[in-house]
Structures are given as C-alpha cells and as structure tokens.
T-cell receptor
Framework: NAGVMQNPRHLVRRRGQEARLRCSPM?????VYWYRQLPEEGLKFMVY????????ESGMPKERFSAEFPKEGPSILRIQQVVRGDSAAYFC??????????FGQGTRLTVV | EDKVVQSPLSLVVHEGDTVTLNCSYE??????LLWYKQEKKAPTFLFML????IEKKSGRLSSILDKKELFSILNITATQTGDSAIYLC????????????FGKGTKLTVNP
C-alpha cells in the first residue's frame, strides 16, 4: 500500500504564475487535508476535503487559493498569481472515514 | 481560537542525554493529542494520546497526557544523533475530522 503521494516534490514559480500541487491519498482513504508550513513554523491547516466536497476550508486564504478532490484522480491545491509569501512547504494528509491521518512528503514551493 | 504551544523551541544536547519536550494545548472539543517527528520530509507519527495519565512507550521514546492541566510531554532517553529532528505536537477535536492544530515544534539537535 503506497503512502500518500504528493507531486511535484519541488516547484519553482515566478511571481504571477499559477501553482498546482497534487496529492494522491492512500488506498482506501476518502478524506484529504492540506497543510502549509512556513519556515520556522508548525503546520497550519488549510482545507479538509472528501470526494467531490469541501468540508472545511477555514484555513484557506480567501483569494487565489482553491482546492478540489474530484471523484477520480488526485486532490489538487491550486494557487493563482503566486506571490513570494506563498513560498512554503505544502503537506497533504489522508485518512479513512474514522482513523488517523498519514502525511505525504510535501511539495516545497518557491516563488521567485 | 485553538492553540498549541511547544517548549522549548530549540534544544541542543549531547548523545546519551535525556530530553523532555513540552506541549500545552487549548483545543475546543479536545479528543486527542498527537506527537510527530519531522526530518526534512513528511511528519512521521509517534504517539496519539487520548486518556490522561497513561504513558505510551516506543523504545527510548515515551509520552504522557494530562487532560486536567492541558499538557503533554515527550521524553527521549539515551538520545542518539538520529533523534535530531523537529518534534511536532498537535491537538485533534472530537468528530470525524482529522483536522489538527499544530504547535511550532521543538527543534532537537543531538551532537555526538
């Protein structure tokens, strides 16, 4: 059973471009969580999704950020018109309907 | 607002030393407290504590929760250089979600 797969591992974008981060949950996991980790900070919750539904997006910035978890395929975290402050490590976690979450390796986004 | 505070923020010790990492929390509808180890990649799960006063052990690591004082500690005995990492503490709420509130972490450096 492969773990939570995130890609790319590293992503460099120029200011104003779009960033797309992908997360394939573990087999059998229907819940996906996205967290952001800024340098010297802990992980901050962004959004919690189940298949085709956003359950809790209380941690998502109101603009430029969106997330989806379609019926088929990975969950996508999309950041439009990136700015330097978006540079961070973005971690995805998945869990079964009731059970502990497992984390992916993260995507390190650098905005230049 | 939910809050998890870890101390110290960083710690430098020599191999063989014993360390105690602290975590205090204020989490609405608290369910459990989790400890993770993070080494430049995905946070890896260490412990989940739900009940007060019951120590969990895994090798040289142990942890305990005090739900009255809203506090947990993580002990590492006979530290090794491989224990060098950031140790993250997180609170989870009652409910079907694994949405976690993380502290900033304690950066542990174990020198030979």
């Amino acid at each position: 059973n492969a773990g939570v797969m995130q890609n790319p591992r590293h992503l460099v974008r120029r200011r104003g471009q779009e960033a797309r981060l992908r997360c394939s949950p573990m087999k059998g996991h229907s819940h996906v969580y996205w967290y952001r980790q800024l340098p010297e900070e802990g992980l901050k919750f962004m959004v919690y999704l189940q298949k085709e539904n956003i359950i809790d997006e209380s941690g998502m910035p109101k603009e430029r950020f969106s997330a989806e978890f379609p019926k088929e395929g990975p969950s996508i975290l999309r950041i439009q018109q990136v700015v330097r402050g978006d540079s961070a490590a973005y971690f995805c976690a998945s869990s079964p309907p009731s059970g502990r979450a497992f984390f992916g390796q993260g995507t390190r986004l650098t905005v230049v | 607002e939910d809050k998890v505070v870890q101390s110290p923020l960083s710690l430098v010790v020599h191999e063989g030393d014993t360390v105690t990492l602290n975590c205090s929390y204020e989490v609405t509808n608290f369910r459990s407290l989790l400890w993770y180890k993070q080494e430049k990649k995905a946070p890896t799960f260490l412990f989940m504590l739900t009940s007060s006063g019951i120590e969990k052990k895994s090798g040289r690591l142990s942890s305990i929760l005090d739900k009255k004082e809203l506090f947990s500690i993580l002990n590492i005995t006979a530290t090794q250089t491989g224990d060098s990492a950031i140790y993250l503490c997180a609170g989870a709420r009652v409910g079907g979600s694994e949405k976690l509130v993380f502290g900033k972490g304690t950066k542990l450096t174990v020198n030979p």
